[in-house]
């Protein structure tokens, strides 16, 4: 009966292990997408930096329409600084996404533990039952056999 106990506790464990394998691969992959987006907001900010150098050199060369001009230039780094915050977003988002992944996974994983551990008590109980049994049984018919009980 043991065996079999950790026969399946095993391939329980075994099942558990590639489970595990393929969630570090998916967070793996998440990494890898953090890290992009880490170097997009990089490169929109060394971009941004340099629409700014652009800028300035625009404004010594510009004289009366320099103001529509700059009204635009606003805007562009109004919509830069927009898509570097729904950039920061996403990744806040995302991380906290996987923080609450990551903790129901280990709630569930610890729940399914006990429960195993549970069944494994249980069933260690029941056999040591059985065997005590088994044991009064050899010795009762022992003890007949050779005539110390009576009929």
């Known amino acids: 009966m043991a065996i079999q106990i950790e026969s399946d506790l095993k391939d329980i464990l075994l099942k558990m292990d590639n489970k595990l394998d393929r969630l570090d691969g998916k967070i793996e992959q998440v990494k890898e997408e953090v890290t992009e987006i880490k170097i997009s907001i990089v490169e929109l900010k060394k971009d941004n930096q340099r629409l700014e150098e652009k800028i300035d050199n625009t404004d010594k060369k510009i004289d009366a329409s320099g103001k529509n001009l700059e009204d635009k230039i606003d805007n562009i780094a109004k919509s830069l ?71």
Do not use: M, P, Y
């Open 81 to 151: 600084e927009d898509k570097i915050n729904n950039t920061d977003n996403k990744i806040d988002a995302t991380a906290k996404s996987l923080e609450d992944k990551i903790d129901a996974i280990d709630k569930n994983l610890t729940d399914n533990i006990q429960n195993l551990a549970k069944r494994v008590d249980n069933s260690e109980f029941i056999n040591r039952g059985i065997f005590i049994g088994l044991i009064v049984t050899i010795l009762g018919g022992f003890a007949k056999f050779l005539g110390i009980i009576g009929n």
